[in-house]
């Protein structure tokens, strides 16, 4: 099988630390690949990279064969990203938000009207297209960014951290959407989780890095074997330590953090 | 243009949604405008300067677009903190394309609260010089209203929190405002204020409106509407090279 995401020798380097360092991996086409790693390790700096968010200090990242520094656009157009914290406005309605994803993405008008309608049914929100999003609970609000990920048909979906805050039930749910999708439609899913019971449930191959460095990749099988271990959890542990990470925040995040407590304060 | 076209089009109904905020963001610059005009009129009048309501009207309503404008990066901070401005670095747009969307709007804004307060003090008796001065004035509230949001976006752009940029553009935007001749005739000041007054674009902006408005002006028109020319490009080429700058 062909691959539809490659990373060759991607390093991120800020002022102190070293984020990413000398890390490559590749996933396949149809793929649902999970990225798991402690706090820290590296997981969300590599996603910037992979979504064009973050220039890497060294290496090669490509999608579908576009570089993603050399052919921003055209990599732009071939995933669909669901963030860890929300990236909706909240002032505007479900409907309005799936609106401005279809025309940030030039997509056609009527097609873009009849997926939007086709989606929102998916994520059982079509009944709430006209509410704004401000009076969403955390688990809708999450399925909708879902729905907008997918507007524009995108190759390849990456999720940061999906489930995380979510009940039972909406993970479940979601789950169940994704995994659809990625059978229905073909679709790469890429996804990084705290719970490795769901990593174990649903990908098909794991990687796992750890400051700054993959130290083990293949299924979840491979991984149990490679440790002689039998649950992900175990083998988890068995490859990263026990120790709890301290998590250093990139510069404009722990500015967003500070504003973060400013705002509640008050 | 599509794309500028529904980032402007969501800053309108965001506007509109806002509700109190639009009328409550007027009432600042109408308390100004009546009890400074209504204060020192009559000491206006017995300098024999004639009317300060009518005087001050162009540098009330300039006041309106310069405050709201000025503040417009505060949306930025606020699209950066409730994340919906990685929705637009991830979509397959150019930067230029968001920051004019959202300047635009922006820029609507601040001349729609300025036409408004405009309209207010008609009825309280301001009686502008001709018809065509007043498109004209629109004109330069245009120009004033793109250049401060330009401006700001680049602040917007640049700091990650609501403190740091409070602490930037209130630091920026008194002075500017009290050393404008927003307020009295640049003719008989100090010399320093008139030093400060003449290197400070916004005086040129006033000038501009006065001019159009009540036919009044201390540098002529040509003169302010080339200081403004060249403070617009200016900001707006600042404003494009901070937001290509940008990282998550």
């Known amino acids: 099988m062909e691959n539809i995401i490659s990373v060759q020798h991607v390093t991120k380097k800020y002022k102190e630390v070293i984020a990413v360092n000398d890390v490559s991996f590749e996933v396949r086409k149809g793929e649902i690949f999970g990225f798991l790693g402690p706090n820290g390790a590296g997981k969300s700096t590599t996603i910037k990279m992979l979504t064009t968010l973050l220039l890497p200090t060294e290496g090669k990242l490509s999608l579908a064969g576009h570089d993603v520094i050399k052919e921003q656009h055209a990599a732009r157009k071939i995933f669909g990203i669901v963030f860890q914290d929300p990236s909706l406005d909240g002032d505007l309605t479900a409907f309005e938000n799936m609106q401005l994803h279809a025309v940030l993405y030039k997509l056609d008008k009527r097609m873009a009207a009849s997926r939007t309608e086709e989606l929102m049914k998916l994520v059982e929100l079509w009944d709430r297209k006209n509410s704004l999003v401000k009076t969403f609970s955390g688990g809708m609000k999450r399925r909708l960014e879902i729905a907008r990920g997918l507007l524009h048909h995108p190759q390849i979906l990456f999720l940061d951290e999906p489930t995380l805050g979510l009940d039972a039930q909406t993970r479940n749910l979601l789950w169940n959407y994704i995994q659809q999708l990625n059978e229905r439609e073909g679709m790469t899913i890429f996804f990084t989780t705290h719970y490795l019971g769901e990593a174990e449930a649903v990908a098909h191959r794991i990687a796992l890095i750890d400051h700054g460095k993959i130290v083990a990749a293949g299924t979840s099988e491979e991984l149990k074997q490679q440790t002689g271990t039998d649950n992900l959890e175990k083998a988890y542990l068995e490859l990263t330590g026990t120790s709890v990470r301290d998590e250093t925040l990139s510069g404009a995040d722990s500015k967003k953090e500070a504003m973060r407590r400013f705002m509640t304060k008050r | ?248």
């Open chain 2, 1 to 248: 243009m599509n794309t500028i076209y529904i980032l402007w089009l969501r800053q309108m109904k965001k506007y509109r949604r806002s509700g109190l905020r639009m009328v409550l963001s007027i009432i600042q610059p109408l308390v100004y405008f009546l009890a400074l005009g209504y204060g020192f009129n009559s000491i206006f009048q017995q300098a024999g300067r004639g009317s300060y309501i009518q005087f001050i009207v162009p540098g009330v309503v300039a006041q309106t677009i310069l405050f709201t404008s000025i503040f417009w990066g505060a949306n930025i901070i606020f699209d950066k903190q409730f994340g919906f401005h990685k929705e637009t670095l991830v979509a397959p747009v150019s930067r230029i394309t968001v920051m004019l969307g959202g300047a635009l709007g922006g820029a609507t804004i601040g001349v729609i609260q300025g036409i408004v307060l405009f309209f207010i003090a008609l009825i309280f008796g301001f009686h502008p010089y001709n018809l065509a001065g007043v498109f004209t004035s629109v004109g330069f509230m245009i120009m004033l209203s793109l250049a401060m949001v330009s401006f700001s976006s680049g602040i917007g752009a640049m700091v990650n929190d609501m403190p740091s940029f409070m602490a930037a553009t209130n630091f920026l935007v008194v002075p500017l405002f009290f050393l404008s001749g927003s307020m009295y005739p640049l003719d008989n000041i100090p010399g320093v204020m008139k030093v400060i007054a003449s290197v400070n674009p916004l005086s040129y902006a006033i000038d501009a409106m006065r001019s159009s408005l009540i036919n009044q002006s201390h540098f002529g028109l040509t003169t302010d509407f080339l200081v403004m020319s060249g403070t617009l490009v200016v900001l707006f080429a600042f404003s494009v090279f901070r937001f290509t700058r940008i990282e998550a």
